[in-house]
């Protein structure tokens, strides 16, 4: 993955987090140049991405409770797709999604 672009030739450069370098905010590191040699430096910005969803069931809705895809299946839950929150499954749903079902080894 390419981070940044030189600021002498402008090629694109790998930014090397070796050993956990140049991850500290307000403080200014340097790397050379993989095409032009020279030596830059660069700051970081830790950018946190967020991404929001309606979630109807935090607000007076109902969960929509999905099947999780666990092995062994009998461990599966419920897990709403909005919010997130997890149930067991009722008697019910066992025996809709055959949870205690064995596959069984001919
Ligand atoms: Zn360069
Ligand atoms: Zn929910």
Redesign the pocket.
Known sequence: MKDTYCPYCGELQDINHDDGYGYGEDEIFNQECSNCGKIFTFTTSVLFIYDTAK????NG?????ELTHTYPKKYSKMR??????ERQPTTEERIKYKLDEEVQNA
Request: some cysteine.
């Open positions: 979630a109807s069931c935090l809705g109902k969960h929509k409770f709403c797709e909005m919010c997130g929150e």
